[in-house]
């Protein structure tokens, strides 16, 4: 039970993050930024199997209080975490800041190429990229900052719950 109040908690403030301060402060970021360096972090930290059981319900909560209408962005986030899943079994980055910069890389390639699907889809691929590749070093700094910050969030929530677990497990009734 604590632990499902540890994760409510970490998929409360993983919210708050991404609608009261990435959506207000980086408007020309189109997408859910909390939610894909989430996505990378779980992967790295637990494997795919374990971050898509995690994943699921913080993109349902995402789309069931997010505004507007539903898009196909959680399907590409589950993809992309799947594909960052399948390279890092592959590449082996033991240095935290030689890895942070990879994935945030990775992060920033996934935007862009969505941000490209999302004008085509919708009849205006360049007016969509112009706004995104005219701040690219910008959003470059802005994902590297939030992915610091939220791996440190997320590393110490899981710390707590691995905890919790461990401590669960050794209890003798």
């Known amino acids: 039970m604590k632990i499902a109040f540890y994760y409510g908690i970490l998929f409360l403030f993983l919210l708050v993050l991404q609608f009261s301060f990435l959506n207000i402060l980086f408007s020309f970021i189109s997408i859910p930024l909390v939610l894909l360096i989430a996505g990378v972090i779980w992967t790295l930290r637990l494997g795919f199997h374990q971050a898509l059981w995690l994943l699921i319900p913080l993109l349902f909560f995402h789309d069931l209080l997010g505004p507007g209408k539903l898009e196909i962005f959680s399907v ?19 240095s935290v800041f030689l890895s942070t910069m990879v994935y945030s890389f990775f992060i920033y ?42 791996r440190g969030v997320i590393l110490r929530f899981q710390k707590k719950i691995d905890q919790l677990r461990s401590d669960s497990a050794l209890m003798i009734r």
């Open 76 to 94: 590409l986030v589950i993809f992309f975490v799947y594909v960052v899943s399948f390279l890092s079994r592959r590449v082996l980055l033991e």
């Open 109 to 150: 390639l996934s935007i862009i190429l969505y941000t490209f699907a999302l004008g085509w889809y919708r009849g205006d691929m360049w007016g969509y990229a112009a706004v995104i590749l005219s701040q690219s070093f910008g959003l470059l700094l802005v994902i590297i900052g939030s992915f610091w910050f939220i």
